[in-house]
Structure formats: structure tokens, C-alpha cells
């Protein structure tokens, strides 16, 4: 049988080597001729990616810039957080108008990837003004929707009138746009009222309402007669 050399052998362990280590992290160091094979040990990490998003009439409006704390740390999302494996519970801040609950921990894995989602629930409002509320028979009143919010992030919105029969304008009833912390969105429009009765404000997409009555003065209308104050 043919020989093996010892400079064939030394080549066939050289290769065999790295060959089955081309797999793995390693460190090589040349000594006298060999390449000699460390192994390194890589520590265990994986990810947390952590996002808030809005609650807002069956919307999830994505948030950034709000903050929150994992492992320690006060970070912004959104974030992808690197973490060693475990449990993390994520604790989120309060944003003015709203409401939110702590998400359940989020598990970190080797080499895996976990996503925690912070939910808030948008608080908003909706109230209608007249003025003035008490009026002679075909005056005109005021009447003022606004739709408001503490919430700092900008929501869509559309604020619209419904007028009773008696109640006429030559001015639009709707109004869309954006309202935010400090910035409402605002519907004025002039009505002639001829007769009592109740206007009604509507704020979309969330479903508010609100009411207001205007009343004719009573010495004006032969069929509503108040008694006269002394």
C-alpha cells in the first residue's frame, strides 16, 4: 500500500481542521507550523422590539417618541432593545389623554427576535354651545362644535351638525381636520331658529354626540306661553 507522508499528514489535519470548524466562531493562532483552533464562546442574546401605537376608533396609530423602560433602561420607541435571554416587563409612561396597561413581559430567546406593543387608549370629547340659547321667533344663533382631546398626537377627525326642522343656514355642516393637546377642531355656523327644538354635534370616526336647546322667548310665540316672572 502507499505510504502517507508526514508532510501529507501534517497537510490532511491542517484542512480537516478548519473544514469542521467553518461553523463555528473561532480563533486561529499559528505556532511552529500549525494552525491551532480556539474555540470562543458567544453569549447568549437576543431581541426586544418594543413599539406604541394609538387606540383610536378601531385605528392602532403607530407612536414614536414615547418613552418607556426595559432591563434597566429609558429608551424611546420605536426600539429594538438587545437583551440577554429572560422575562422583561416593559413599563410605558403616562400620555396625557389617554389611558394605557402594562403589556405582558416580553421573552427574550437565543438568537430570537420578541415584539411588546404598548396600546393607548385615546380619551376625546365633543361639546356644541349656542348662543344665544334664548331668541326671538327666526333669529340667528351660534352654534359652536368643538371636538378636543390631551393627547399630544395629532387625530383625525370630522365634527358635524345635525339641525331639527325650523333651523336653517346657508353655511356648511361638516368640518374635517386634525385636532391635538391644545389644538381642537372648531364648526361655527350662524342658524335661524324658528322654533324650539334641539341641535345635535357628532364627532367621527369615534361616535360623540352632544346636545344643546335654544328656546324662543315666549312673548314672541302665541303657542308657547311661560308664565311672566314677577
Known amino acids: 500500500m502507499p505510504s ?3 508532510n501529507s499528514s501534517q497537510s490532511w489535519r491542517k484542512n480537516h481542521a478548519a ?11 499559528r505556532s511552529g ?8 464562546a458567544r453569549p447568549p442574546q437576543g431581541q426586544l422590539q418594543v413599539e406604541a401605537v ?28 438587545p437583551l440577554a435571554p429572560g422575562d422583561y416587563p ?3 409612561t403616562a400620555v396625557p389623554g389617554s389611558t394605557v396597561t402594562p403589556p405582558p413581559a416580553g421573552r427574550v430567546t437565543d438568537s430570537g427576535t420578541e415584539r411588546v406593543t404598548i396600546e393607548y387608549r385615546v380619551l376625546t370629547d365633543v361639546t356644541l354651545v349656542t348662543s344665544p340659547d334664548i ?5 340667528v344663533t351660534q352654534l359652536t362644535a368643538l371636538a378636543k ?14 339641525l331639527p326642522t325650523g333651523w336653517t343656514t346657508d353655511y356648511p355642516l361638516e368640518a374635517n381636520g386634525d385636532f391635538s393637546q391644545g389644538l381642537p377642531l372648531r364648526l361655527k355656523v350662524p342658524v335661524r331658529v324658528c322654533r324650539s327644538d334641539t341641535a345635535e354635534a357628532v364627532l ?9 336647546s335654544t328656546r324662543l322667548n315666549s312673548s314672541h310665540v302665541s303657542e308657547s306661553r311661560m308664565p311672566s316672572s314677577a
Not at 331668541?135 to 333669529?139: F, H, R, T, Y
Not at 367621527?204 to 344643546?212: C, E, Q, S
Open 4 to 6: 502517507i507522508s508526514g
Open 19 to 29: 473544514n469542521s470548524s467553518s461553523s463555528a466562531s473561532v480563533a486561529r493562532v
Open 33 to 40: 507550523g500549525f494552525t491551532k483552533i480556539r474555540f470562543v
Open 54 to 81: 394609538a387606540l383610536y376608533a378601531g385605528q392602532r396609530i403607530p407612536l414614536t417618541g414615547v418613552p418607556f423602560q426595559v432591563g434597566g433602561q429609558t429608551l424611546s420607541t420605536p426600539m429594538t432593545v
Open 90 to 92: 416593559v413599563t410605558p
Open 135 to 139: 331668541l326671538n321667533v327666526c333669529d
Open 149 to 162: 382631546t390631551d393627547f399630544p398626537y395629532r387625530l383625525p377627525g370630522k365634527l358635524s351638525l345635525n
Open 204 to 212: 367621527d370616526p369615534v361616535g360623540l354626540r352632544d346636545r344643546k
